[in-house]
């Protein structure tokens, strides 16, 4: 029986090589290195939004090592990563500049405490038909679906003030947008009623009512309007208004931002409650009249929620926030 020639060539040519590698692991397809974990570090530092295919086909461009989404998802695990709702923040946010103006307003605030003026913290929101929660039950596979009125109507805008000991000063809606001779009424009506509370009268003759407030375009030229408005109803101590305005981007620094985020989680449970009393007119000329009513109820059954142990709260928080500011310090959103 004779060998084929192209076989017996073959068995010469692999006499002389090494035996080919069986088995073992692709050098294509390894486990999770430090150095490819490093790599996913790296680009979720470059971009937090970057997605587990976009991880995927940059460890395969960058070290030709190809993995599964499901292995870069429990490896991001591993290394304690996890999706959070995504936050929006300017990049001049923590500018030389901005970080300047946030240093000079808790050091004029700090004066204004150490000679003992009465200090409000004031700002106002805005909410309307469509504030619920954001999430709720379902069965899997199936949405989560709440039914409102097909247009969400009008804001109602809520203006306040708040202290350390009164606690709420003033509280005020209004409906649509504030004009801003609005803004310097309730500016004026805030300072008279804060030089009525108890808190201020235990207080020298001397002393300053300060209202601090947020540097919008509203607030501009607010303090001599205000002024103004006292002098014409009578009030002759209008030079004891001060209105200390917050730095660019610094909603951290005022305690009743923190206020304003327990007033709605209340007024989300009461909306909830309300929704289907929403689609109707019930006793009132217009659906608009109705669902307004019930947005002031709303408001007014929450207000109990900003209690003295919540402003106290709130304030040491900003306080430690302020230290942070006057020591140069990058700010964050949601703190």
């Known amino acids: 029986m004779t060998c084929p020639t192209l076989t017996a060539r073959r068995a010469v040519v692999e006499s002389f090589t090494d035996p080919k590698q069986r088995g073992g692991v692709r050098s294509s397809c390894v486990k999770m290195t430090v150095e490819l974990m490093a790599k996913l570090e790296e680009y979720l530092d470059e971009d937090c939004r970057a997605t587990l295919t976009d991880m995927c086909d940059r460890l395969?461009?960058?070290?030709?090592?190809?993995?599964?989404?499901?292995?870069?998802?429990?490896?991001?695990?591993?290394?304690?990563?996890?999706?959070?709702?995504?936050?929006?923040?300017?990049?001049t946010m923590n500018n030389s500049i901005n970080k300047q103006k946030r240093k000079e307003f808790v050091e004029k605030l700090d004066g204004h405490i150490s000679s003992g003026d009465m200090i409000v913290y004031?700002?106002?929101?805005?909410f309307n038909l469509y504030l619920s929660r954001s999430e709720g039950w379902s069965?899997?596979?199936?949405?989560?679906?709440?039914?409102?009125?097909?247009?969400?109507?009008?804001?109602?805008h809520i203006q306040g003030g708040v202290s350390a000991?009164?606690?709420?000063?003033?509280?005020?809606?209004?409906?649509?947008?504030?004009?801003?001779l609005e803004n310097v009424r309730f500016i004026a009506d805030l300072f008279v009623a804060a030089q009525r509370t108890l808190e201020y009268q235990e207080l020298?003759?001397?002393?300053?009512?300060?209202?601090?407030?947020?540097?919008?375009?509203?607030?501009?030229?607010?303090?001599?309007?205000?002024?103004?408005?006292l002098t014409e109803d009578g009030i002759m101590n209008e030079n004891r208004l001060v209105l200390q305005?917050?730095?660019?981007?610094?909603?951290?620094?005022?305690?009743i931002e923190g206020c304003w985020n327990v007033l709605k989680s209340k007024m989300r449970r009461f909306m909830a409650r309300k929704k289907q009393e929403l689609?109707?007119?019930?006793?009132?000329?217009?659906y608009t009249a109705h669902r307004l009513a019930i947005m002031k109820e709303a408001v007014a059954q929450a207000v109990p929620a900003i209690t003295r142990r919540l402003v106290w709260r709130l304030e040491r928080h900003a306080a430690?926030?302020?230290?942070?500011?006057?020591?140069?310090?990058?700010?964050?959103?949601?703190?």
């Open 60 to 91: 395969l461009s960058d070290t030709g090592v190809s993995v599964s989404k499901s292995y870069v998802h429990r490896a991001l695990q591993g290394m304690l990563y996890s999706t959070n709702k995504l936050r929006i923040e300017k990049a």
């Open 165 to 180: 000991f009164t606690v709420l000063v003033l509280l005020r809606t209004h409906e649509g947008s504030i004009p801003k």
């Open 122 to 126: 004031q700002d106002e929101t805005n």
């Open 320 to 335: 430690k926030v302020c230290t942070l500011a006057e020591r140069g310090k990058d700010m964050k959103l949601g703190t």
């Open 245 to 255: 305005r917050l730095g660019p981007y610094s909603p951290m620094l005022n305690p």
């Open 139 to 156: 069965r899997i596979g199936e949405r989560a679906v709440v039914q409102l009125p097909p247009s969400q109507g009008k804001n109602l």
């Open 279 to 286: 689609l109707v007119r019930g006793e009132y000329d217009t």
């Open 204 to 229: 020298a003759p001397s002393n300053k009512v300060v209202i601090v407030t947020d540097n919008a375009p509203a607030n501009s030229q607010v303090e001599d309007l205000a002024r103004q408005f």
